[in-house]
């Protein structure tokens, strides 16, 4: 246990780092629409959120009949916040970037999601508690085994 360690097994480092993170002084842009700028991050973290309602569960508390469609609506959403920041901050090299980065995320999300539909038109059905139960037999990662490397290269890039 090192003198940086917070809590019991520094089970408590992250909470610090963040308060430590947030009452740090802040600089602010001049130019920069600093709503927009400051609550794009914000969005994003909302959208990332959102996803957890698709989680199956066997007890079956939420089930959406087209819960793919809904994952690929709200992880395409969040190509929005990168524009947003980028183009907010008012400077030309920050809206270059962000346009990078959508690019990127939209090339890499086409990727994606045709291998997502592959397993969609396996089973035929849009809802998680679907693939849940099919892949209690056998799981895809076995079933698919190329559509799972491509899929792991293109999570990781």
């Known amino acids: ?10 089970l408590l480092q992250p909470f610090s780092d963040a308060i430590k993170l947030f009452s740090k002084e802040q600089t602010y842009l001049l130019n920069a629409n600093y709503l927009i700028y400051y609550f794009s991050p914000i969005m994003s973290f909302i959208l990332s959120l959102i996803i957890w309602v698709l989680m199956p569960y066997y007890f079956n508390l939420v089930s959406f009949n087209l819960g793919i469609l809904f994952f690929f609506c709200c992880t395409s959403l969040g190509v929005y916040t990168v524009m947003i920041a980028g183009w907010s901050s008012n400077s030309n090299y920050s809206l270059l970037g962000g346009l990078r980065a959508v690019a990127q995320t939209i090339s890499y999300e086409v990727s994606l999601s045709l291998i997502l539909l592959s397993s969609v038109i396996m089973i035929m059905d849009f809802n998680l508690v679907s693939f849940m139960v099919y892949q209690s037999i056998i799981w895809f990662i076995f079933l698919m085994f190329p559509l799972s490397l491509c899929w792991l290269s293109s999570s990781l890039a």
């Open 1 to 10: 246990k090192g003198p940086n360690k917070m809590g019991f097994l520094g």
